[in-house]
Nanobody, 121 residues
Framework: QVQVVESGGGLVQPGGSLRLSCVTSGIFNIALTGWHRHSPGKERERVASISGPGATNYAASVKGRFTISRDNAKTTVYLEMNSLTPDDTGNYSC????????????????WGQGTQVTVSS
């Protein structure tokens, strides 16, 4: 069974930090994992990604403040967020591209439900 579960969101003051986690199960040969942010009144944007070999990429709006990483088993991807501002408020969801035992020759993306981050004083 495929599962993508995010956690770690919450309410934080401007300038604060949060660490989000994305735990996956049932997905193999992961080619790319991306953290996406959906803020009120804005289109969803990918803020950070990490490829299978470990290459990382960041949106300009978070570069230097956010860090994406993963554990050695590649089943958990983290998003360390520092120097948070109210513009970082949104629902953060994880998109994982890989295969499953049922579809071993099909690489597709799987989404989690997301975790809410609110930056406010």
């Amino acid at each position: 069974q495929v599962q993508v579960v995010e956690s770690g969101g919450g309410l934080v003051q401007p300038g604060g930090s949060l660490r989000l986690s994305c735990v996956t199960s049932g997905i193999f040969n992961i080619a790319l994992t991306g953290w996406h942010r959906h803020s009120p009144g804005k289109e969803r944007e990918r803020v950070a990604s990490i490829s299978g070999p470990g290459a990382t990429n960041y949106a300009a709006s978070v570069k230097g403040r956010f860090t994406i990483s993963r554990d050695n088993a590649k089943t958990t991807v983290y998003l360390e967020m520092n120097s948070l501002t109210p513009d970082d408020t949104g629902n953060y969801s994880c998109n994982v591209w890989g295969t499953t035992t049922e579809t071993p020759n099909l690489t597709r993306g799987y989404w989690g439900q997301g975790t809410q981050v609110t930056v406010s004083s």
